[in-house]
């Protein structure tokens, strides 16, 4: 099958470095002498018909930028058979031969149902969790990061004025990568995901007061979105160690501003990487980082992967903090 021109969609939370990648894919098509179509709000605009030309120009002064020109949103009607339909109706309406989706797991699985319907689709890994299965690495977690690390040193300074303990929820609804990598960083004195049962007493409590003995007067708890409850801590913390304790959510401003020198590039061979597989026909695949490499995989079995949490990461980051 000829590809003549292709689509490119950003899909679920937004996440910096998906400007650098649909730049990348925009630049790479018209390299080949492929047509783009640029898909906005995601899924929902494939459905509505809400689809752009796209050149060089399109993608001009975008690489640096957070958030996605794209724009993103949430599509319940493309999870069943009726959206699904229309969605591909809207590609042969719209000559697109083949789609570049830039998203998650969720995204990934949108992708499976429209290559299941005759329309050859990439994905590539964009979200700031670093949760998808099948890649070790996604676009957006490296400034994400960064951006927690910078607020969470701005903190700092008045934790430790007034000798007091910060509780601190970082994003990651399902995953504590953002925490681990996080609380590494500033030195946190325990660190809370989904993936490790912790012991309050034991992991935090008792740790706090052993280390008050060795001369520290403020401390840090890194806690991941999936875990929580940052305001019920910081009081159990404050009764129980006697340390003056506040909580804080950092929030949304982890999903934005600009995009660091990995995302950037990371995005940019990823991109370039989904529209060489698809100026050969290729599709049903997804773009993954693994072992230093970028690589794609059959998206089925992508799907079905499991992520291991960095265990040994996480004991040494308990062992250090004291």
Known sequence: MAIKTIGVLTSGGDAPGMNAAIRSVVRSALAAGINVKGIMRGYNGLIEGEIIDMNLRSVSEIIHRGGTVLYTARSPLFKTEEGVKKAVENCKKFGIDG???????????????????????????????????????TIGFDT?????????????????????????????????????????????????????????????????NKTKTTGK????????????????LAKQIEQAT?????????GHVQRGGRPTVRDRVMASEMG???????????????????????????????????KEFDIQAYNMANEISV
Not at 157 to 179: F, L
Not at 217 to 232: C, D, L, P, Q, Y
Not at 242 to 250: M, Q
């Open 217 to 232: 007067r403020h401390f840090i708890i890194i806690v991941a979105e999936g875990v929580g409850k940052v305001n019920e």
């Open 272 to 306: 370039h990487a989904a529209v060489q597989l698809l100026k050969e026909g290729i599709g049903n695949r997804v773009i993954a980082f693994r072992n230093d490499h970028i690589v794609d995989l059959d998206i089925y079995e992508a799907l079905q992967m499991k």
């Open 144 to 208: 994400a990061m960064n951006t927690a690390m910078e607020m969470i040193d701005k903190l700092r300074d008045t934790t430790q004025s007034h000798e007091r303990c910060s509780v601190i929820e970082v994003m990651g609804r399902h995953a504590g990568w953002i925490a681990l990598q996080t609380g590494i960083s500033v030195g946190s004195t325990a660190i809370l995901v989904p993936e490790v049962e912790f012991d309050l007493q034991k992991d935090i409590i008792d740790k706090i």
């Open 242 to 250: 006697g340390v003056e304790s506040r909580a804080t959510i950092l």
């Open 99 to 137: 789609i570049v989706v830039i998203g998650g797991d969720g995204s990934f699985r949108g992708a499976r149902d429209l290559s299941l319907h005759g329309i050859p689709c990439v994905g590539v890994p964009g979200t700031i969790d670093n949760d998808i299965s099948s890649t070790e690495y």
